[in-house]
């Protein structure tokens, strides 16, 4: 178990490693940020100090060494933009989008497998077949469209909810919450539905089809021999049994989320690091770039890291350490 | 047979598709009493298991019964509400399965699919059901139960693990225990050693049990009595020692004839001219006639035949080993 552990945290520091190198080498690759800073008015001197100043004048393998120094302390620099470091400017942000990711997590998961189990359970009913013609819409219409014609029906038509923003939010201090605030709760509906939508429709169809693999196996119908009741052989029996890939996707699906995210902050113009980032392509805002493609990398590479130590808790089987006695 | 258990009466499954109606169970007949051991056999797709499946009621649809009626204890159950027979399955009717490496949850541990069916039925507390099913695993041979309890399935081999099914069958206490073909997944060196076990465990409790196997070895060895399937009918059913030795079917002697025996030596074994027709297929008159070496017209011509001496023959006792 320890040496699984350490063998996937190493895997995952060269990954980071790796994501590192292709970040920092925007620095190098994606145009000389000293033309968009300084502007026509400059003169030579102005540029060799600005150059010394954020130290673009090191050989390459010291500034990577020097990037992954500041990285692993949470320092990415100076925004070219806003000349503010970057580590603020992302903790400013963060909160918007962890909130609208969790919201829209929660919301995917709870429905996508209270959904899958239902549709599964009830297989031929009509309510299964009209939930599942309607998540084909889900899986198919791209997320912009989803969050543009329900701003057009609930915000436009309707007028019930607001199209953009995040509403009042409460400061803690360290982190900005709209959970608090009615605006900020009526804000955050649209923008999750179309961010969570996508991942709903995927987690239900694969709960699903591994509920109906998993209620034909042998132990089901011995569970139901032993005369056991519905609820007992669906979500004690069953539904543990379609966790291992159920998780697999899950966790993917919530690095996806925050990555998609992206998409949905421009849509719905919510203030947090995937409209930032959106804006930092804009303007060539390197640092900036770099630091939001490491946060998402560490986000993905940690969440799976969780899912891979979430199977040994699920399935006995992988627990080799401990079976080693019965073969 | 004073003492009847469990009485099938005139049992029909059916399964309709779109080119009609299969009959995988036909007007089937039989009863067991307490304590006693009948041993069902056939080939494959006999209909064996699926008079099994209806009594315990768990056809999978679109099959359904559709005629005859089962009673256990007199009570009639082939009608009952899916939440009653769901109360008589585990706690009247036990089931084993074939694969004892499948029909374990793999995700839980032993005990509690122990503990969950024995408080399921029985109504006792957490920690009683844990006694019990300490009990119920020493009683079939576990060793160190006590500190097995809390394994899962694949910390068991096979042999271990059909021992484990087999206390989960009975850790309610049923009267009848439906054994479906519960070694034929096994080393033969085990199916002794549970063949053995079920019959000391039933006989003990006075269990009653349905044995369905196309193992004649094990009929022999296990049962009391013994019914002989055929194309979804019965064609055969008496006490084992007679069936085997003087059948008056005769299907029931060209199976006999084709089994190996221990003490036959070197002769010849022979084989049922054709196959046993599919359930699409199933001949008019009686089911056996392009195959039997006894049939006359009348086979093909009348209905099917009337049972007698045990035997759906025209003809019975007719035809030798």
């Known amino acids: ?30 145009g000389d940020p000293i033309d968009n800073m300084l502007g026509q008015e400059r003169t030579g001197a102005d540029i060799e100090r600005l150059r010394g100043q954020l130290g673009l004048d090191q050989p390459f393998p010291v500034q990577y060494y020097k990037f992954l120094e500041g990285a692993v302390q949470g320092n990415f620099g100076v925004s070219y933009r806003q000349g503010r470091p970057v580590s603020e400017i992302i903790a400013e942000r963060a909160p918007a989008t962890l909130e609208l990711a969790a919201v829209s997590g929660v919301l995917a998961i709870a429905f996508g497998i209270a959904l899958g189990v239902f549709t599964a359970i009830r297989r031929n009913g009509i309510a299964s077949h009209v939930i599942m013609a309607t ?3 889900g899986v198919s219409l791209p997320t912009f469209l989803i969050g543009i014609l329900l701003i057009y029906l609930f915000a436009v038509e309707l007028g019930w909810l607001p199209s953009f923003g ?55 119908r011995f569970a139901r021999a032993r005369g056991l009741r519905d609820r007992s052989v669906y979500f004690r029996h069953a539904l543990k049994n379609t966790m291992v890939p159920v998780i697999t996707v899950v966790g993917l699906q919530l690095g996806a989320i925050i990555a998609f995210a992206i998409i949905t902050e421009t849509v719905f113009q919510w203030p947090g690091v995937g409209l930032l980032f959106i804006n930092a392509i804009q303007f060539v805002d390197i640092p900036v770039m770099a630091a939001y493609l490491m946060l998402i990398s560490v986000m993905f590479v940690g969440i799976n890291l969780i899912v891979d130590l979430l199977y040994y808790f699920i399935d006995p089987r992988l627990r080799v350490d401990r079976g080693a006695a019965a073969k | ?40 056999v056939g080939e494959s797709g006999a209909g064996k298991s699926m008079t099994g499946n209806a009594v315990i ?29 769901r109360r008589v399955r585990g706690k009247e009717i036990g089931m084993v399965f074939q694969d004892p490496l499948t029909s374990l949850n793999p995700l839980l541990p032993i005990g509690d699919q122990l503990t969950e069916t024995i408080t399921e039925h029985l109504g006792v507390t957490q920690a009683e059901a844990r006694k019990r099913a300490i009990a119920a695993l020493e009683e079939v041979g576990i060793p160190a139960a006590k500190s097995r309890i809390d394994s899962y399935p694949h910390e068991f081999s096979g042999g271990m693990r059909q021992r484990v099914v087999i206390a989960l ?35 003990e409790r006075g269990t009653g049990v349905m044995l369905v196997t196309h193992d004649m070895g094990v009929i022999a060895e296990a049962s009391d009595r013994v019914a002989v399937m055929y194309a979804g009918r019965l064609a055969e059913i008496g006490p084992v020692r007679q069936v085997l030795t ?10 006999m004839g084709s089994t190996p025996g221990a003490s036959l030596g070197r002769k010849r074994l022979n084989q049922i001219p054709g196959t046993m027709p599919g359930l699409s297929a199933v001949p008019d008159g009686c089911a056996y006639n392009p195959r039997c070496p006894r049939a006359e017209a009348k086979c093909r011509a009348e209905p099917r035949p009337p049972m007698t001496n045990g035997a759906a023959c025209w003809f019975p006792g007719e035809v030798k080993i």
């Not at chain 1, 955050?188 to 169809?205: F, V």
């Open chain 2, 57 to 85: 009621g768990l056809l999978d649809p679109p099959a359904h019964i559709s005629g005859g009626q089962i009673h256990l204890n007199g009570r009639r159950i082939d009608n009952l509400s899916r939440d009653k027979m």
């Open chain 1, 1 to 30: 178990m320890l040496a699984y552990i350490i063998q996937r945290v190493v895997q995952s520091v060269v990954v980071l490693l790796l994501v590192g190198l292709v970040a920092f080498s925007m620095f190098r690759f994606v």
């Open chain 1, 166 to 220: 995040r509403g009042e939010v409460v400061d803690l201090g360290w982190w900005t919450t709209g959970f608090l605030t009615a605006s900020g709760l009526k804000a955050l509906i649209l923008p999750a539905i179309t961010l969570g939508l996508y991942q709903m429709t995927l987690i239900m169809r694969l709960v699903r089809s591994e509920m109906l693999e998993v209620l034909r196996q042998d132990y089901i």
């Open chain 2, 246 to 255: 003087e059948p008056q079917h005769p299907y029931t002697a060209g199976l």
């Open chain 1, 135 to 137: 998540s084909l819409i």
């Open chain 2, 1 to 40: 047979m004073t003492d009847t258990l469990l009485t099938v009466d005139d049992l029909c499954v059916e399964i309709p598709t779109r080119r009609g109606i299969l009959k995988p169970v036909d007007h089937v007949s039989l009863t067991i009493a307490r304590g006693e051991i009948l041993g069902v």
């Open chain 2, 169 to 203: 069958a009975l850790c309610a206490e049923p009267d009848l225990v439906i054994a479906d073909e519960p070694t034929t997944a096994l080393d033969v060196s085990v199916q002794a050693q549970i063949i053995s076990l079920l019959k000391r465990l039933c006989r």
